[in-house]
């Protein structure tokens, strides 16, 4: 088979980026180059779907990251996850994209735990999905912009737990 086929990453010594060995803990498959998506054989499309969970599991994998999406959007999402079968969180939340042929960009909506510095916080989460997306999509990723909505602040979970009784 070539090195020239979409299937699987490319096992040549001489490529810049071989797969990884085997008995190593990635368990991720290396980079693809990007004119592995279009090739003489054929092209290879990726729904925008597919970048928006990879993106979205990437940005929450940072640390600091409290949730991602407008307050709507959770809203949603929390009323969403408490209904049986309805598979949980939504990896895409707070993420839209835009995908071509062989370049993709990436919107996200954040909330920060307090504390951790926003600039430094949204250049952790903009390395992350860029490698992430790269890696395992092969598209090149021109943009990922950054939209801090809200601040999760300690104490915030705390409506969880009953308020001593005012009246006995």
């Known amino acids: 088979m070539s090195s ?8 040549n010594p001489s490529d810049p980026a071989p797969a990884a060995a085997a008995g190593t ?4 498959l290396s980079p693809t180059t ?20 990879i993106a979205g599991t990437a940005a929450r994998g940072v640390p600091g990251i409290y949730a991602m999406g407008t307050g ?4 949603f999402g929390a009323v969403r996850e408490m209904i049986p079968g309805s598979g949980g969180l939504n990896a895409a939340q707070g993420v839209s994209v835009q995908v071509g042929r062989t370049q993709a960009a990436v919107d996200l909506d954040i ?4 504390g951790f510095p926003v600039a430094e916080l949204a ?3 903009q390395r992350k999905v860029i490698s992430m997306v790269e890696r395992m999509t ?6 990922v912009n950054i939209a801090v909505d809200d601040m999760h602040m300690p104490g915030d979970d705390d409506h969880d737990q009953q308020s001593p009784a005012r009246v006995h």
Do not use: C, F
């Open 34 to 53: 990007h004119s592995q998506l279009v090739t003489e054989r054929g092209a290879t499309s990726i729904a925008d779907s597919v970048v928006e969970k």
């Open 123 to 125: 250049l952790a989460v």
């Open 111 to 114: 909330v920060p735990e307090y």
């Open 72 to 75: 709507r959007a959770r809203t």
């Open 4 to 11: 020239q086929t979409t299937d699987r990453p490319s096992q």
């Open 138 to 143: 092969g598209l090149k990723v021109l943009e």
């Open 25 to 28: 803990n990635s368990g991720v």
